[in-house]
């Protein structure tokens, strides 16, 4: 059987809430997931844990009633923004045409 392709990666070192480690734990442990893993998605929340109550609580809102995990919630604002910045660069382009037209 074909081996699934892994992205590499290294070993470091840092420090987090215990309590988030925990319930990071329990939850992959309780959804099969790896270790490592259950890690990234610690990290995950503790970006979450770091904004205001308001702001966590409806941005967690939309990832449930999306129906995506937090990952694929984030690569949506990345590619989101990523469009915003694809228009604007076109708007500005179309613009100094305009202009040089005028000129």
Do not use: H
């Not at 999306?66 to 469009?83: D, H, I, T």
């Amino acid at each position: 059987m074909a081996k699934t392709p892994t992205v590499e990666r290294e070993t470091v070192t840092f420090r987090l809430p215990a309590t988030l480690l925990e319930r990071v734990r329990k939850e992959g442990s309780d959804r099969g997931l790896a270790y490592v893993r259950s890690i990234e998605e610690a990290l995950e929340v503790y970006f979450f844990s770091r904004l205001p109550p308001p702001m966590a609580e409806e941005l967690e809102r939309d990832i449930k009633d999306l129906k995506v995990s937090r990952e694929n919630y984030f690569y949506s604002l990345v590619a989101a923004r990523y469009r915003q910045l694809i228009s604007r660069s076109a708007a500005t382009q179309r613009n100094s045409a305009a202009k040089s037209k005028r000129g």
